[in-house]
């Protein structure tokens, strides 16, 4: 039983690149969502997605896109990163909104 | 929206007594509240939840209490050991976001064996 994976584990990349985060569950889970840890601020939302073709901003979507073409895959871009991307990114999974499933996380520097 | 505070930021506490950790929330709407464990290098596990219809869930040795009037919450760890040395986040449903959870900024547990 996989349950969620996220790759890659560890991202360095440059400013003005694309970067494209995986996640993948496998619970069939309804709700998906991805956040972002930083020191002093905790986990805050930045995009989740209730099914499949459905996604909604979080608290913090500025310069990030989402899809969820299917039900088990969320995938985060990020179009342009710039240095203030630089963070732990978590994705989570849950039946119903409340109860959340998190990944290991990928860590992103952006240079 | 949903404000979610907690307290204390880091405790230290010897192996075998008790932990508390208490978070206060600002949505009166508000009716799940989780706790998650965050050991380093890994994603937060959740470890226990409550939801407003009840007043205190038990789980061996961890429980949480909850105050509706006065909108806190607490973890209670009993019997610490320090396998129980991580990041503790409490959290509470957003009313006014489709029912998504807002984090509170997480307390630093060390226990001293």
């Known amino acids: 039983d996989a349950g969620i994976t996220q790759s890659p584990r560890y991202k360095i990349t440059e400013t003005g690149r694309q970067v494209t985060l995986m996640c993948h569950q496998t619970?069939?889970?309804?709700?998906m969502f991805w956040y972002r840890q930083d020191l002093g601020h905790g986990l805050r939302l930045i995009y989740y997605?209730?099914?499949?073709?459905?996604?909604d901003k979080g608290e913090v979507p500025d310069g990030y896109v989402v899809s969820r073409s299917k039900t088990e895959n969320f995938p985060l871009t990020l179009e342009s990163a710039t240095r203030s991307q630089t963070s732990v990114y978590f994705c989570?999974?849950?039946?119903?909104?409340?109860?959340?499933?998190f990944g290991p996380g990928t860590r992103l520097t952006v240079l | 929206g949903e404000n979610v505070e907690q307290h204390p930021s880091t405790l230290s506490v010897q192996e075998g007594d008790s932990a508390v950790i208490k978070c206060t929330y600002s949505?009166?709407?508000?009716?799940?509240f989780p706790w998650y464990k965050q050991e380093l290098g890994k994603g937060p596990q959740l470890i226990i939840d409550?939801?407003?219809?009840?007043g205190e869930k038990k789980d061996q040795r961890i429980a949480v209490t909850l105050n509706k009037t006065a909108k806190h919450f607490s973890l209670h760890i009993t019997e610490t050991q320090p396998e129980d040395s991580a990041v503790y986040f409490c959290?509470?449903?957003?009313?006014?976001?489709?029912?998504?959870?807002?984090f509170g900024g997480g307390t630093r547990l060390m226990v001293k064996p």
């Open positions: 989570a999974s849950s039946v119903s909104g409340d109860e959340q499933f």
């Open positions: 959290a509470a449903t957003s009313g006014d976001a489709g029912n998504m959870l807002t």
């Open positions: 619970w069939s889970h309804s709700y």
């Open positions: 997605s209730a099914a499949a073709d459905i996604t």
């Open positions: 949505d009166s709407a508000s009716n799940y």
């Open positions: 409550i939801r407003s219809n009840v």
